[in-house]
Structure formats: C-alpha cells, structure tokens
C-alpha cells in the first residue's frame, strides 16, 4: 500500500463508539486497569499548618480528567491527573490503597472534597542529588608553614585556626543555631534540604456526580490495601 499524505503532529483525538472501548484503548495503552475517569474543574495544593483561603492558594491541575487504574499484578490503585503546566510537568499520581501512605478523605461540600496523607514528591529530578554532591564535595586546605630561628631548638608557627579551632555557626540559612560548625577559611557546609512533597490537596469536581463515583470507587478500594 502507497502512503498518498503524511502529517506531523503531536496530539491525536481518538472518538470510539461507546465508551467501553475507549477504556479498553486506554487500559491497553497504559498497561494497567482503567477503574474511572471523571472530570475535575481545578485542584489546590493543602499546605500544612496554613488555615482558611490562604491555605488553596496554589493551584497544581486545571480542567483536567481524574483517571483511576488498578495495576493488576500488585493490586496497588493509581489516581492519575494532570497537572497545569504553571505548576509543573507530567502528572500527579498517588495510590488510593497504599498501605504506607494512608490517604484520607473530607467531604467538603456538594462538589469539593480534601484529600490528606499525600506524600507526593515534585522535586526536578537530580536536583536533591546535585544538592547532595556539592554539600559532600571536601573543602580545599592550605598547609600551615612551618618556621625556622637560628637558635637550635625548633620553633613552629602556631595559626588563627589552630588556636581556636571551632566556632559555631550563628544559624541564618544553616537552619539555626548552632547548626554546624566550621573553622575560620573553610567553607560552611549546609545540611541538603528533604524534598518538596505534596501532603494534601482539594479536589473541586465538575459535577456533584462525578465527586459521587470517585467517592464510591474510594471506599471500595480501601478494603484492598497493598504493600506499596
């Protein structure tokens, strides 16, 4: 067969005849169970220790489709959505039946839900283990010379770091007082940071059926945690 036209693109809309077969297509693309898909208006990052309005004030998805899928060979159950490319590429994934993390639902009202007991990474990749080498790199060191009189006993020059060879570090960004200590020409070396993660998020649905389904499908999975 002769191909007549070829046409570069980077998205394709695939319309199936019913429903079924699209989540067969989809199940087989992904590799795993396609259990729902309903529609999100936006989600809001939770942050810790934050209370009121100010506490959603990050927004992390748009309008985006909220897909769950079963991985048949562990049983673990994925939440999948995408995120809004303001915040971050890719997706956010977390498991609904996580033995290790618990995740925890609030019924907000007729549309809204909170979800805590998140523990999503969205740190870049290789940024904590950049952070790591440069904290680990060992700090250059000068000898200390050494000098001589005419009389026969030795003598031996005694410098600044040797006659007082700590200091504590006064806090600023080492995380406080105390932090580390460092001695007078080296370099102070800084703890490296743990990484960013998202413990709690708030979920607005495009309908109140939607948030039903994902309620239903929730409850129902919580009965088959796996080991992940």
């Given at each position: 067969?002769?191909?007549?036209?070829?046409?570069?693109?980077?998205?394709?809309?695939?319309v199936?005849?019913?429903?079924?077969?699209?989540?067969?297509?989809?199940?087989?693309?992904?590799?795993?169970?396609?259990?729902?898909?309903?529609?999100?208006?936006?989600?809001?990052?939770?942050?810790?220790?934050?209370?009121?309005?100010?506490?959603?004030?990050?927004?992390?998805c748009?309008?985006?489709?909220?897909?769950?899928?079963?991985?048949?060979?562990?049983?673990?159950?994925?939440?999948?959505?995408?995120?809004?490319?303001?915040?971050?590429?890719?997706?956010?994934?977390?498991?609904?039946?996580?033995?290790?993390?618990?995740?925890?639902?609030?019924?907000?009202?007729?549309?809204?839900?909170?979800?805590?007991?998140?523990n999503?990474?969205?740190?870049?990749?290789?940024?904590?283990?950049?952070?790591?080498?440069?904290?680990?790199?060992?700090?250059a060191?000068?000898?200390?010379?050494?000098?001589?009189?005419?009389?026969?006993?030795?003598?031996?020059?005694?410098?600044?770091?040797?006659?007082?060879?700590?200091?504590?570090?006064?806090?600023?960004?080492?995380?406080?007082?105390?932090?580390?200590?460092?001695?007078?020409?080296?370099?102070?070396?800084?703890?490296?940071?743990?990484?960013?993660?998202?413990t709690?998020?708030?979920?607005?649905?495009?309908?109140?059926?939607?948030?039903?389904?994902?309620?239903?499908?929730?409850?129902?999975?919580?009965?088959?945690?796996?080991?992940?």
């Amino acid at each position: 067969m002769k191909t007549l036209d070829m046409i570069h693109t980077n998205y394709t809309n695939y319309v199936f005849k019913d429903e079924q077969g699209a989540n067969h297509f989809q199940s087989a693309i992904m590799g795993k169970t396609l259990l729902l898909s309903v529609q999100t208006n936006r989600t809001l990052r939770v942050h810790e220790g934050i209370a009121g309005t100010f506490a959603y004030q990050e927004q992390m998805c748009a309008l985006e489709n909220l897909r769950i899928w079963k991985d048949q060979d562990s049983n673990g159950v994925l939440a999948m959505i995408h995120y809004t490319p303001q915040f971050r590429d890719g997706y956010m994934t977390f498991y609904l039946n996580s033995q290790r993390d618990r995740v925890r639902v609030t019924d907000v009202d007729n549309r809204v839900i909170k979800l805590k007991g998140l523990n999503i990474s969205i740190e870049k990749p290789g940024s904590h283990r950049r952070r790591r080498s440069i904290t680990n790199t060992p700090t250059a060191t000068t000898p200390t010379p050494t000098t001589t009189s005419s009389s026969s006993a030795p003598q031996t020059h005694t410098s600044e770091s040797q006659q007082h060879p700590q200091r504590l570090d006064p806090g600023g960004d080492s995380g406080g007082p105390g932090a580390s200590v460092v001695s007078k020409g080296s370099t102070t070396t800084k703890a490296p940071k743990p990484p960013k993660r998202i413990t709690g998020a708030r979920l607005e649905f495009t309908a109140e059926s939607d948030k039903r389904l994902f309620l239903e499908k929730f409850r129902e999975v919580q009965g088959f945690f796996y080991a992940g």
